[in-house]
């Protein structure tokens, strides 16, 4: 099985940073895209950001001059540097992995995701 384990989050004031990290371990082949995205109370679940192996990558309107998504390939780890955090940024931050395993003689694609970490802005 794969496991994501996310960590960073806290409580910031307005305009402060926070980085976020995600870690995916288990018996990973491969790992395609891997996303941010956050749940507000009483809201929907939204993409923050996204990063494919590649390196290619997509924001939220909201958040695309103020985060920054990246990857480490070799530890299987996506990181979001927060800057310039609003109220409106606090939210629940999951991540999100699409992975390749390999058990037992055959390849299993589908998507995993960590259990969250508590992000709070303060006015």
């Known amino acids: 099985q794969v496991q994501l384990v996310e960590s960073g989050g806290g409580l910031v004031q307005a305009g402060g940073s926070l980085r976020l990290s995600c870690a995916a371990s288990?018996?990973?082949?491969?790992?395609?895209?891997m996303g941010w995205y956050r749940q507000a109370a009483g809201k929907q679940r939204e993409l923050v950001a996204i990063?494919?192996?590649?390196?290619?990558?997509n924001y939220a309107d909201s958040v695309a001059d103020r985060f920054t998504i990246s990857r480490d390939n070799a530890k299987n780890t996506v990181y979001l540097q927060m800057n310039s955090l609003k109220p409106e940024d606090t939210a629940v931050y999951y991540c999100?992995?699409?992975?390749?395993?390999?058990?037992?003689?055959?390849?299993?694609?589908?998507?995993?995701w960590g259990q969250g970490t508590q992000v709070t802005v303060s006015s």
């Open positions: 288990g018996s990973i082949v491969s790992i395609n895209a």
């Open positions: 990063i494919i192996s590649g390196g290619s990558t």
């Open positions: 999100k992995a699409g992975v390749t395993t390999y058990y037992s003689g055959s390849i299993y694609r589908r998507d995993y």
